[in-house]
């Protein structure tokens, strides 16, 4: 027998961390000043890191909702 509890208390704090990435990946690509004066390796990789924390994130809701 699975403790689902703990599983589900470790996969909401996931969520969080996931969101707060994007949230600070969206917050520099919405920053005029950091967009104009960024490498474009860097701009990027911030657009794949949302990319990523997305997918990541809606897999770990998908997995969620069957509880």
């Known amino acids: 027998l699975i403790e ?3 599983y589900l208390e470790r996969a909401k ?3 969080m ?5 994007i949230k600070q ?3 520099k690509l919405g920053n005029e000043a950091f967009v104009k004066n ?3 390796e860097v701009l ?3 657009r794949r ?3 990523d924390f997305s997918q990541q994130l809606e897999r770990l ?3 969620l909702a069957q509880f």
Not at 17 to 21: A, D, H, I, T, Y
């Open 4 to 6: 689902i509890a703990p």
């Open 13 to 15: 704090k996931k969520t």
């Open 17 to 21: 961390e996931f969101e707060k990435q």
């Open 25 to 27: 990946a969206q917050s």
């Open 38 to 40: 960024a490498p474009l």
């Open 44 to 46: 990027e990789e911030e």
């Open 49 to 51: 890191r949302i990319e």
């Open 61 to 63: 809701r998908a997995v």
